[in-house]
């Protein structure tokens, strides 16, 4: 199975400051994926991280705010950008190894913004 | 758009106890369905994984059902332990399988000494 490392595992920001998040797998996978969880909230996909090209965002979530890069098969980063308080949540990376159709989790970003 | 409920929303239990969790789904075109547990601090684990055609599935002390049709799945502890305090998640997986997952409302499980 696919092992993920995600730093930083918890932050505090500023308010109008910006955040970027690393998730390294210990392989090469097929697609990594980016979620947030929010407060009391379960998991909700931000965008798929697409290697070598643009991400592709789900409803409600922009470039601009969540940029994504995803230089190889193995890596990707989140920034969260110009944040707020209602930014403050839980951000997850995962790895799909398409031929087990199984996704493995990171440990998560816990991020508080002031 | 595919909602997914998971019945309760937090559950406390005796050690021993045997329970049982629910996750419904609104879209019974699924591809598969998987439940997970989250630890604090420590993300998500895999735990299960039910392929639209399968029944259920068991690993241990744990067996997952799928009703696709009815659009319900459980997820069955045998013999709950304290270690299995945990918040429990299922997710599913549109037609045509892979990757995006719409995560259910999570079932955070106290087991007791």
């Known amino acids: 199975s696919a092992v993920i490392s995600q730093k930083p595992s918890r932050d505090i920001c500023q308010r109008g400051t910006s955040l970027t998040i690393q998730c390294q797998v210990d392989?090469?996978?097929?697609?990594m994926f980016w979620y947030r969880q929010q407060p009391g909230q379960s998991l909700t996909l931000i965008a798929t991280a697409n290697q070598g090209s643009e991400a592709t965002y789900e409803s409600g979530f922009v470039i601009d705010k969540f940029p994504i890069s995803r230089p190889n098969l193995t890596f990707s980063t989140l920034t969260v950008s110009n944040m707020s308080p209602e930014d403050s949540s839980i951000y997850l990376c995962s790895a799909w190894e398409g031929a087990k159709n199984i996704q493995y989790f990171g440990a998560g970003t816990r991020l508080s913004v002031l | 758009k595919q909602e997914v409920t998971q019945i309760p929303a937090a559950l406390s239990v005796p050690e021993g106890e045997n329970l049982v969790l629910n996750c419904s789904f609104t879209?019974?075109?699924?591809?598969?369905l998987q439940w997970f547990r989250q630890d604090p601090g420590k993300g998500l684990t895999s735990l299960l994984l039910i392929q639209s055609s399968q029944r259920e599935q068991t690993s241990g002390r744990l067996n997952a059902s799928l009703d696709k049709s009815s659009g319900r799945s459980t997820l069955y502890i045998a013999a709950s332990q304290p270690g299995d305090s945990a918040t429990y998640l299922c997710a599913v997986t549109p037609p045509g399988g892979g990757n995006k997952l719409t995560f259910g409302t999570g079932t955070q499980l106290k087991v007791e000494l």
């Open positions: 879209d019974s075109a699924i591809y598969n």
């Open positions: 392989s090469q996978v097929t697609m």
